[in-house]
């Protein structure tokens, strides 16, 4: 009797993780199956097709994610420096079998384990709270035309879920402290779809932001949603060859939407005062 509860039990868990798993993928409400092999019927250039709620992936015209041509980015004077502030949070890993995704929580209710502020182009300062964490392999913004082996996506939402991203793009070179504390998680993600990661230190991912790449975009999957205010930092991060192997090896495919165009969108940055564009370290040899 007690074994067959258990398993009981265990079937609610695995039903209930793969609904989360589901809703995770498509980040708000539910909807087909969409893949990122090109030339396929559910592929990035299909997903318009795939479902009227998907209709943005389509037609949208400010979609993400984009290709950032540093030499008509236009400094804005009116944006600052992203303020940013971390909390040390229980987290879970997810598999969704679409993407690696961390969500917070803490007894069982999720949490948004810290807050930014950003100003708008026109000079308001807007606070997010953070929601959630997402990875991208190989990056889905280009810089340059330049692809990245790794983007690490931060979702913000404020009170009426209008959506800030901070994008962070990667190189391969030395560790990075971050991955170090999720080393164990993600191997167990390969073969499990949710995985508790414990308290998790989130601290190192908002170390001074200098410079970034601002944009109105979309969520870069389905419903592909507009109105996203999107961050690409403008210095990298790096992280060691093992630990990118850690994140692509759960997954069976590649996860980047090809970028879209531009349209009549204009990119911004913002540098700090008297420094130089750190974004060129990106893009040129040192
Ligand atoms: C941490 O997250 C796990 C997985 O969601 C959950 O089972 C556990 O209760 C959480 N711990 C706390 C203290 O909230
Ligand atoms: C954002 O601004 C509010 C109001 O000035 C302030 O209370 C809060 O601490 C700021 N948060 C961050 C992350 O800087
Ligand atoms: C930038 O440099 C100028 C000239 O050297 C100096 O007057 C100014 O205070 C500096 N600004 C900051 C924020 O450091």
């Not at 209709?55 to 993400?64: E, I, L, P, T, W």
């Amino acid at each position: 009797m007690a074994s067959q509860m258990s398993s009981a039990w265990a079937a609610v868990v695995v039903i209930v993780s793969s609904l989360l798993a589901v809703a995770l993928s498509h980040d708000e409400g539910g909807g087909p199956s969409f893949g990122y092999t090109p030339g396929t019927p559910d592929g990035p250039e299909n997903w318009g097709k795939l479902s009227p709620a998907y209709k943005a992936c389509g037609d949208g015209k400010a979609q993400s994610p984009i290709d950032i041509v540093i030499a008509n980015a236009v400094p804005n004077p009116n944006l600052d420096t992203l303020t940013r502030v971390y909390a040390p949070s229980n987290a879970t890993l997810h598999n969704t079998g679409k993407d690696i995704v961390m969500s917070f929580e803490q007894g069982g209710e999720p949490v948004m384990p810290g807050s930014i502020n950003v100003t708008t182009a026109d000079g308001t300062v807007k606070e997010f709270k953070f929601k959630m964490i997402h990875w991208h392999v190989p990056g889905e913004h280009t810089v340059n035309g330049k692809r990245f082996p790794l983007e690490l996506h931060m979702v913000h939402v404020d009170d009426q879920d209008h959506k800030a991203v901070i994008g962070i793009l990667y190189e391969i070179g030395n560790p990075d402290p971050f991955y170090d504390q999720l080393t164990e998680k993600l191997r167990e993600l390969k073969t499990t779809p949710t995985v508790a990661a414990g308290v998790v230190e989130l601290k190192s991912l908002q170390k001074r932001t200098g410079s970034y790449f601002r944009y109105m975009g979309s969520l870069t999957t389905p419903p592909c949603t507009e109105k996203v205010m999107w961050n690409i930092l403008g210095k990298g991060r790096e992280l060691s060859q093992e630990q990118l192997q850690l994140i692509t090896a759960p997954l069976p495919h590649q996860d980047n939407r090809p970028p879209q165009p531009l349209n009549a969108r204009q990119v911004a940055f913002y540098n700090p005062p008297n420094t130089t564009i750190s974004i060129q370290s990106l893009v040129l040899p040192p």
